[in-house]
């Protein structure tokens, strides 16, 4: 495997000057750029990094022609809709494509800033992008990278496609998104139409799930290892466009819709609301540097760029993944689990002391073993989600890491301590947190034996013991998300324990093979908008981890 460090100090192909990454896929690397090889005034442009495995390099110089030479016919077909490659050149061990200047914000951004579309709006995108497989597949001419990194949306609400011509450019099989491969792509089989058809249903799961229908392992062999053998997770936020995504989703591709009936799915749920796919829109935006010098602006010149590229430097080392053939191994990867919506989770509610709570939720992949969330106190209001899981390092003052006997490590406020442990064989543990004087309550439950579905385990396993306790209320609906790249939902409820109305914040998740975590904060209901208490979920959540690490 190579290692490309390239820093914007430097210039590609002695021309273009890297300003600001915009776009990572698993080994793609999408970057504003200008080109200051075009005279006394620089332009803007896109420069995508591939990675490429060590026995590529000899086709590079093939893969550079096909490229431009795709992009040539794609821009006859599709004017305005896909992006045109004006260069591709190897160099440092990478394949830099050129694109023309995209007026637009990336798909996978405008997700990631704004979370999950509605099925109106992921129609109307979907609907754009028909029309440019429509026209290239009527000509011969695969995508076979498609992925929301490879779309921009533009300010009026069409969509500009790049990526034409990688697909099988290389000796390297599915260079830049796994996690979007088709079941047939990931067998290594001839990629076809039937394979964007599908990356079309991911990218459309993608939209209203917020996350894709098979998650990014870690390494593109056990992404691609996880896309042809694992079962799709059935869609809950779809609505109308449900069947049409688990119809495009299907592994045999001789089974997945049509064009035809695609478009007639997706244009029957935009006539149910046209509007609603419009107004949630946003303009998009440039960053950094690019705010005051877009295309056409006064701003624009060699002298302004300078000042923006002085923001932007800085060092990148890129990993360049080999193509890889699906390999056992285990699960890893950092999805983005976003922090719940105003976390709590009452560590010591009705039926949890006793041992007679059911298996908690679930989310991702982590150790040999995992708990599920289990009943605790609940009440209304709505909750802020905490943030993303990060490396356990940097803990805020006034906290101390906890490595505990069992595997797992988090960090807690300083002077807690474990206050109660109950286990029942190896199959269940459950151990609560906190400290003398402070009503806030910790609990973290393992358990094995849980579903495949993590909203499916708090619903029809945990609520149903809650309920029985002292007057019980769910805040919201239960959320499915990821969490530290694994399928989690949290559950958020108040309820009276011991004469005191608790408010608590559940998220489990799962880890494989039945086995699930789950973490439960609780407080008083009156200081659960307390910033301090808001701090310490928000800490939590980013430091817990399910191993030893």
Sequence with gaps: MGRAHVSTHQLVAGRYRLLEIIQRETN????????????????????????????AYETVGRAAARLVRTSENMALLCPGRVAGVVDAVEEAGTLWIVNEWIDGTPLCELLSEQGTFNYVRAARVGLELLDVLDAAHAEGIPHGELSPGQVFVREDHSIVVTGYGLAGATLAPRLT???????????????????????????????????????????????????DRLPLRT????????????????????????????????????????????????????????????????????????????????????????????????????????SPARPPASATSPGEGSGSAGPGPSVAPSPTKSPSPEPSPPSPKPTPTPTRSAPATALPPGFDRYQAPEGFSVALPEGWKRLDTDRQGDLRYRVVFGADGDHRTLAVTYSEGVGPDPVAVWRDEVEPNLKQSGDYERIGEI??????????????????????????????????????FSLRWSTPDADWEDGANQEALRTVLKTFRPGSD
């Design 479 to 516: 959320r499915a998300t990821t969490y530290q790249g694994r399928e989690a939902a949290d559950m958020e409820w108040t309820a009276d324990v011991g004469g005191a109305r608790v408010h608590t914040f559940g998220r489990g998740f799962l880890l494989g093979e039945g086995r699930s």
């Design 28 to 55: 793609r690397i999408c970057w504003y750029a200008e080109d200051i090889g075009t005279g006394e005034v620089s332009r803007p442009c896109l420069v995508t990094q591939v990675g490429l495995p060590d026995n």
């Design 235 to 338: 869609p809950v936020r779809a609505g109308p466009l449900t069947q049409v995504v688990q119809g495009l989703l299907r592994k045999d591709s001789r089974e997945r819709l049509t064009r035809p009936v695609v478009r007639e799915a997706l244009t029957r749920a935009l006539s149910e609301d046209p509007d609603a796919g419009l107004a949630s829109v946003p303009a998009p935006r440039l960053r950094g540097a690019y705010t005051a010098v877009r295309p056409g602006s006064p701003a624009w010149s060699r002298r302004t760029m300078v000042a923006g590229t002085a923001l932007a430097v800085v060092t990148v080392a890129v990993a360049v993944l080999a193509a890889t053939q699906g390999l056992p191994g285990g699960e890893s990867g950092d999805d983005a689990a976003d």
């Design 177 to 227: 998104a796994p996690a979007y491969a088709s079941p047939e792509q990931a067998r290594d089989e001839r990629i076809g139409p039937a394979a964007d058809l599908w990356a079309l249903g991911a990218i459309l799961y993608t939209m209203v799930e917020g996350r894709p229908p098979f998650r990014d392992r870690g390494r593109p062999e056990n992404t691609l290892k996880g896309v």
